[in-house]
Each structure stands twice: as C-alpha cells, then as structure tokens.
C-alpha cells in the first residue's frame, strides 16, 4: 500500500496539541488545572475576602488548563518550521514487513519490528519510532484503505498498538 502525504502546520499543530492533552502528563497538568479551579470556586463562596487567595487559584488554575496548549504551539512552530522533512511530499509505502518512506530529500526503510508501537487518534495515525518521535499518517490520505491499513498493523507480531475499531 502506497500514499503520498504534504504536511501542513495547522494540521501539524492540531495534532501535537491533541496528542499532549491525552497523555499522562498533559491529563496531570490539566487536571492540576482544574482542581485550583475548583478551589478558588470553594475560597469565593467561603471567604470571599481572601480575594488574594482566590486570585491565584483561579490564575493558576486558568494557567495550568493553557501551559500544554502554549507548550504544543511553541514545539510545533519549532519543530515544523526547522525539520524541512515536514515541509516535503512524502511518501510511504506500507509491505508485510518494512515500512518504506520517501521524501524530497530523504529516503527511509524500517522493518515493523523495530517500530515502538503504533496509535490511532481522531484523525491520524501514528507510527513510534522511539518512544517519543513517530511518523504521522492522516487517516484522509488513506481514505477507504483504513482498514487493510489497520490489518496490516495488526497482523505485525510483537508489534504494540491501540486501534479504534
């Protein structure tokens, strides 16, 4: 299976942000976020002259839900603008055991055994490389080819992945 992909950096930064809000981390911080919310809710009903107080909670509490939100906008600019790999056609081409990727000025092979793990968001899916970096296929540019995709993923032994079905 073969598809061509041209990234773009609104897609890009949408993808990064939704990916830090469902990990761990960005859950924690959000969460974190949150309950200073709810604290400063409970200071303004107790006490409301402890308007100090209750000012910093909400601060906070409105800082924590933002900080990954500005986080993921500040790594994708980064990261987008200075990896001209994001910027070039692409092309991956997807056989029983290697991943093939093609680019203006790069040429990649992988075997599926040496990929990290494999997740299926929303509107993309993406293929780990390490624990921490991977490759970005949007479901789009599958199109109907989704589900021999997710076969292929699934028929890759050893391979950890988390598909929605």
Not at 56 to 73: E, N, T
Not at 139 to 153: A, C, M, P
Request: with cysteine.
């Amino acid at each position: 299976m073969k598809i061509k992909i041209k990234y773009d950096f609104r897609r890009y930064l949408k993808l990064l942000s939704q990916n830090t809000y469902t990990q761990k981390k960005g859950i924690f911080v959000v969460g974190y976020g949150i309950l200073l919310l709810l604290l400063g809710c409970f200071s303004l009903l107790k006490s409301p002259e402890k308007l100090f107080l209750i000012t910093l909670f909400f601060s906070f509490g409105v800082f924590m839900i933002l900080y990954p939100l500005i986080l993921s906008k500040r790594i994708a600019k980064r990261s987008f603008y200075s990896n001209k790999m994001l910027q070039e056609k692409t092309e991956f081409e997807f056989i029983e055991d290697t991943i093939k990727i093609t680019g203006e000025s790069f040429k990649t092979e992988l075997k599926w055994s040496s990929i990290h793990k494999v997740k299926e968001l929303k509107g993309w899916f993406l293929i780990y490389h390490s624990k921490q970096s991977f490759y970005m296929i949007p479901k789009e540019t599958l199109g109907s080819k989704q589900s021999e995709f997710r076969d292929i993923i699934k028929n890759q032994k050893g391979l950890n992945y988390k598909l929605k079905e």
